[in-house]
């Protein structure tokens, strides 16, 4: 029989850098893979971009290692967690009398957004009958979103042209 050889606890041996290993870049966090090497220096891709490195300055990674750092990092429940605070939180109209146009439109598209996102049919804008022009502005903006079945004035008895109600189309 063999003599065991004694336990050292240094480091794993170092992989070889070769073509196809899969590597890390000295100081860096996103792996690649080698394409080719020409003496010192080695073509790596990360992702989609192409670099010529220093063979020295890469450390080859295992597969599970180079699995988990290409994963996706963003969780996926921060999105959903919007979306229903945004459902709790849903207004169907909005009051813009007073505003300035430009300011006026910014919350009539967050309305919108937040409209279509929720899923309602229709929305309530209040902008007043004044001159005219907080009207004219939201409802050229309104023209351009092509979500938009019809956009209306409030029945006269509730408001009549002071009042306008987007209805949105049915999937």
Known sequence: RAAAKPEVAAEPPR???TVGAKVRMAGQDMVGEVRAIKGAKAQVAFGQILTTVATASLTAVSNNEYREAMRPQ?????VSVDVASRKLNFRDRIDVRGMRASEAVEAVQDL??????VGVGSVTILHGKGTGALKEEIR????TVSEIASVAD???DRGGAGITIVTFKAD
């Open 15 to 17: 992989r070889e850098v």
């Open 74 to 78: 963003t969780p996926r429940t921060v």
């Open 112 to 117: 919108v957004d937040d409209a279509l996102m």
């Open 140 to 143: 050229r903006y309104l023209r």
């Open 154 to 156: 409030e029945h006269a």
